[in-house]
């Protein structure tokens, strides 16, 4: 099956008491809705960010073995996983943890993707050419392809033509609201959705990053994956990770029926939220807002990047 882009997202105006009362217009770009395969895993960012490796896989003639890495809930693993059943592409996953298991993992491996688990330590050597080359050798060998087959995709799905890619959102923003907004907000945890937005946004939109993740690096990370000339109107705002990578506070949890958790944090007119990104992004976003820090007659876009978990 050829790689067909969706249709552009969504821009949903969001109408909280909170925000008539700092008198700011709140919008979400619904990138949730952003999917070739409604009902999967391959929704969001994450597609956003696969685009251009999905394209060129299928433009070749010998289709490559596309292999990546996550933890055992990555939203990646997921849509590549449900990408490689749906367009007819092999791939293989370094998951992170000997043990793991979960109806993720089973999903991926009833789509057809091959898994190794990897011990923590093993898996940080992910980061080292010489084992990549290694383990290149042996799955060339497993799958019986020429070595050059087999491509690496970075952990989240982050690579350059994918983070600039999420950008593509942007300009259909600024489409639907027609004027760029004065805020823009988004979740980071390898902080490629942020690289590419940043990239994309005009200089007058001030780009907020959320990330999801305790500490102070991401800004670094992030100036790591902008061209030169990018930008520099954006900031991260650290003070809403929850107390790290997948932590939030039990009183969001609200009963899901799927295997998912899912957070209700008072957003009206949203489906629940995942609790990893989007939950904490708008949590932070909805408390800046009683804080003051738009201006009244101010824009704010807060973009959904989707997420099974
Ligand atoms: C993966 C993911 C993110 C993080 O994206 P990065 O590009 O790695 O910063 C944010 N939100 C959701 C829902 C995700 O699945």
Redesign the pocket.
Known sequence: MPFVSPPQSPLQPLRLPLTKASGIALFCKRDDLYTPAPGTALQ???VR?LEPVLRAALEVDTPPLLVSFGGAYS??ISALATAGKRYGLPVHLFIRGEEVDNPLLQQALKDGAGITRLSRSDYRLKKQPHWLDQQRKELARQYDLPEGTIWYIPE?G?TVNGARNVGELFPEVVNDLGVPPDFLCI????????AGIIQAADVKTRVEVYPALKGDWMEAEIKQLLPAGASTNWGCITDYHFGGYGKFPQEWVIPSAGMATRADIGVEGLPPL?TV??AKLFAGVLDRIRQGKYPAESSVVVVH???IY
Request: proline share 0%; net charge positive.
């Open positions: 969001g960012n994450k960010k939203n990646h989240g982050t979740s980071a945890g390898t902080g490629g959705s942020a995942e990104y989007t990047t989707g997420g």
